[in-house]
């Protein structure tokens, strides 16, 4: 595996090479990966945060939901990807595949025989995608518990399942859900540092993440209370999607906000220019979306925004919520409005209207 030294860290020009063969970038701002699922870069720093921040703000402990909804988007990939080949003597060629797999997007190493899993991701992430794994591997079902070890060991505590469920399906679509394919033609920016679990991006521990998990999540929101209060739901105005959806948007959006504003990045976007600078930063080269055009109003500075809908909508919203007001240093008032495929986002001072 060729290390090469860049400054304090090792860049590993192998597992890079690898990652771009199989991901490359929409001008859109989507990271897809051959099978066109779209994909999202986070820091391992971020997506504890995000959770945190999220269930929360759900007011109602919901691991197992995060466990679902991994377990069966991995399940739902893993199968309709054909991951696993049948036959004789494929046992471990399949074994090879999916430390394979885990190895590529950074998730860690996972023991199928003894049900260990070496990560830094979130328990309930990992559990998920490590259970569909195993499931699939021994074409069986299980009853699922899981044991946080240490800081990165997490043991699986698994029975089997009488039930004979189905496999997964593809996820219920939201409405800013995208159902036509975009030509990702873009190659990945950034470049990938091997360490003990997963990778790094310049010092930084990080892992790619489906986004259709989110969006499993999102949808199993649906009809349940949120610690948002009236003064935050107030300060979003929503049209073009069915009322039910319009919750699970702001939940989702104003979570990945929260990240931003309480991160220490510190960014100042004002002209077109700048914008567009900070936007590709924090949000494209991660697959975290980026504009059709935008506008910025001189005066007000509020900032206009087409967007082509996508799974990745809430974040690409928090994101640009949580940079107008670090760069403004007021609370931001949000209208979305949908049309077809795209979506208006207009960021403004809530101050006006109050």
Request: charge should be neutral; charged fraction near 25%.
């Given at each position: 595996m060729p290390l090469i030294d860049s400054g304090e860290s090792l860049v590993d020009y192998e597992l890079t090479r690898r990652f771009k063969e199989y991901f490359s970038m929409?001008?859109?701002?989507?990271?897809?990966?051959?099978?066109?699922?779209?994909?999202?870069?986070?820091?391992?720093?971020?997506?504890?945060?995000?959770?945190?921040?999220?269930?929360?703000?759900?007011?109602?402990?919901?691991?197992?939901?995060?466990?679902?909804?991994?377990?069966?988007?991995?399940?739902?990939?893993?199968?309709?990807?054909?991951?696993?080949?049948?036959?004789?003597?494929?046992?471990?060629?399949?074994?090879?595949?999916?430390?394979?797999?885990?190895?590529?997007?950074?998730?860690?190493?996972?023991?199928?025989?003894?049900?260990?899993?070496?990560?830094?991701?979130?328990?309930?992430?990992?559990?998920?995608?490590?259970?569909?794994?195993?499931?699939?591997?021994?074409?069986?079902?299980?009853?699922?518990?899981?044991?946080?070890?240490?800081?990165?060991?997490?043991?699986?505590?698994?029975?089997?399942?009488?039930?004979d469920l189905p496999i997964a399906k593809k996820h219920t679509q939201l409405p800013w859900f995208c159902l036509k394919d975009s030509l990702a033609t873009n190659s990945l920016d950034f470049e990938l540092e091997s360490r003990e679990l997963g990778w790094s991006v310049e010092g930084e521990p990080m892992v790619i993440l489906p986004v259709s998990l989110f969006s499993r999540l999102f949808y199993s929101t649906l009809g349940s209370n949120t610690s948002l209060g009236a003064e935050i739901l107030d300060s979003w105005n929503v049209t073009g999607i069915d009322n039910k959806f319009i919750k699970p948007l702001i939940l989702a959006s104003y979570s990945t906000y929260q990240l931003f504003l309480n991160s220490d990045k510190h960014v100042f976007a004002e002209s077109i220019d700048s914008w567009e600078n900070v936007i590709s930063h924090y949000c494209k080269q991660w697959g975290w979306g980026n504009p059709l055009e935008f506008s910025v109003d001189a005066n007000s500075n509020s900032i206009k925004i087409n967007y082509h809908i996508n799974e990745n909508l809430p974040f690409f919203i928090g994101q640009i919520m949580g940079i107008w007001e670090r760069s403004h240093g007021r609370k931001p008032k949000v209208s979305l409005f949908f049309n077809d495929d795209c979506v208006d986002i207009l960021i403004e001072s809530l101050l006006e209207y109050m």
């Open positions: 929409t001008d859109g701002g989507s990271i897809k990966d051959p099978h066109n699922h779209d994909w999202m870069v986070w820091s391992i720093t971020d997506i504890e945060r995000w959770w945190g921040i999220f269930e929360t703000n759900l007011a109602v402990p919901f691991g197992r939901k995060l466990f679902n909804s991994c377990c069966d988007e991995e399940e739902y990939q893993i199968h309709s990807n054909d991951i696993f080949k049948s036959g004789w003597f494929k046992k471990s060629s399949n074994l090879k595949r999916l430390s394979t797999r885990w190895s590529l997007f950074g998730w860690g190493r996972l023991n199928v025989k003894s049900n260990l899993i070496m990560t830094k991701l979130p328990s309930s992430i990992a559990s998920g995608f490590a259970v569909a794994g195993i499931e699939s591997f021994n074409k069986v079902r299980y009853k699922s518990e899981w044991k946080q070890i240490n800081q990165t060991e997490i043991l699986l505590e698994l029975n089997l399942d009488p039930n």
